[in-house]
């Protein structure tokens, strides 16, 4: 096959982070080019069938305090698929609930209207919170969540019932892994920012609609290329530039947004990069497990997300707008319920939902879809790679790179837009 060439950027991975870089350059006129293996855009927040609908395969929270997603999607018109609520996280026996009032007072009023708590719990989360406020959010070393929250005598009741739900919902790392230093910054961003940030944001429409098949049409609306069911196998030297094995194409500039599983065996040919594959292959991973149900009529939740328990419990959300009855359960991490038999599994699961709910609508169809590698284990002093690496014309993008946040779909989209912003300035774009 013929090796053609491109002096614009190519893309290997169709996910988030790869569409996210993809837009922004494409939209200040540089040539895309973009590569995906999977026969469907969003890598691993995507659509799936399920005999005949369009679910997610896995279930996702946005927070108000995702700006950069948000934008792209107001910007892709798909911004009229989710919808935004005050947040208001409620399981068996607890309540939080935040009220529209300015902020900081919206989280003083909702920690003191909390239900489930004693007041000396009440006291301790707005010591914390008072206390990190004055270091900036920043520690002076990383380390365990868990052992932050033991230094700030975090009591054991207010653990799980607030604190560890949110590490584990927005680290996808129980609370005695996860980094101390990003679970600070996610509370920076949400319960400390802005009121409306701790918003919560529900997509009521398919992860594919929301976002990525639209940005796929706009980088060929503006004269990029993208493909499915194109998987690049390797990238080596060629000339000035680089060869897209697979594909069969070179290029002047590749962005890796792929898996960041996948980077150290693409990386294979570039023996300049082996330090940089070695550092993400030293990774590990952390799964999300979704349960999909459909019942023969709509089960009435008080709230779109609902706890069934707390620390690691699955969260319900109502999935009405994909089909009437459709109800998604999601638990995140590594955790014992991976080891039950699917069908153990969703039987439990409907005993807890039945127990907060009452009586449930007969079960007409169930899909439980686990992603093994869904998020990278969001450690304490995690060494995550910067967008550039030491090879001219190559960059990274995707939730696993230098930043802020952990494994999420803003983590995802803030790296590909950084990583598009990195080029631009190379190109002398302002």
Not at 102 to 123: E, F, I, S
Not at 281 to 310: C, E, I, N, Y
Not at 362 to 381: H, N, Q, S, V, Y
Request: a positive charge.
């Amino acid at each position: 096959m013929a090796t053609t060439t491109t002096a614009g950027v190519a893309i290997v991975g169709g996910g988030w982070a790869g569409l996210a870089c993809a837009v922004e350059l494409a939209d200040h006129g540089v040539p895309v080019r973009l590569f995906e293996a999977a026969r469907q855009f969003g890598g691993r927040a995507r659509a799936v069938d399920w005999h005949g609908l369009r679910v997610d395969n896995g279930q996702h929270l946005m927070i108000g305090a995702y700006r950069a997603t948000l934008d792209l999607m107001r910007r892709l018109g798909t911004h009229d698929g989710i919808e935004r609520r005050p947040l208001d996280l409620r399981v068996p026996g607890f309540r939080l609930a935040l009220p529209r009032l300015p902020a900081p007072l919206h989280l003083a009023a909702g920690l003191l209207a909390a239900r489930g708590l004693a007041l000396a719990d009440k006291l301790a989360a707005a010591r914390f919170m008072r206390a990190l406020q004055a270091t900036g959010f920043r520690l002076a070393t990383d380390l365990p969540a868990a052992e932050l929250l033991a230094r700030h005598r975090q009591p054991a009741a207010l653990v799980d019932r607030l604190w560890a739900p949110i590490c584990i919902a927005a680290l996808n790392t129980p609370l005695a892994t996860a980094s101390a230093q990003v679970f600070c910054n996610v509370l920076r961003d949400s319960l400390a920012g802005a009121r409306a940030d701790s918003d919560l944001v529900f997509n009521r429409a398919d992860l594919g609609r929301l976002l990525p098949e639209a940005a796929a049409a706009r980088v060929r609306a503006r004269g990029g290329e993208t493909r499915l069911a194109c998987k690049v196998e390797a990238v080596t030297r060629a000339g000035a530039g680089y060869r897209l094995a697979g594909p069969d194409v070179e290029s002047d500039r590749v962005v890796f947004a792929c898996h960041p599983a996948r980077l150290p065996a693409l990386l294979a040919g570039l023996p300049e990069l082996a330090e940089l594959g070695r550092r993400v292959g030293a990774f590990t991973w952390q799964p999300l497990a979704t349960l999909w149900l459909r019942f023969a009529k709509p089960v009435a939740l008080p709230l779109p997300m609902l706890g069934l328990g707390d620390g690691q419990a699955p969260w319900a959300f109502e999935r009405d707008d994909i089909a009437p009855g459709v109800v998604s359960l999601v638990v995140s991490a590594d955790g014992p319920h991976l080891r039950q038999p699917p069908k153990t599994l969703r039987d439990d699961y409907l005993a807890l939902l039945a127990r907060e709910l009452g009586p449930l609508p007969t079960l007409l169809d169930w899909k439980l879809i686990i992603e093994k590698r869904a998020t990278f284990a969001c450690l304490p002093g995690l060494d995550r790679p910067g967008n550039a690496t030491a090879l001219p014309g190559v960059w990274l993008a995707g939730d696993y790179t230098a930043g802020d946040y952990p494994a999420t779909l803003e983590g995802a989209v803030r790296s590909g837009l950084a990583c598009a912003h990195r080029i631009l300035e190379n190109d002398g774009h302002d």
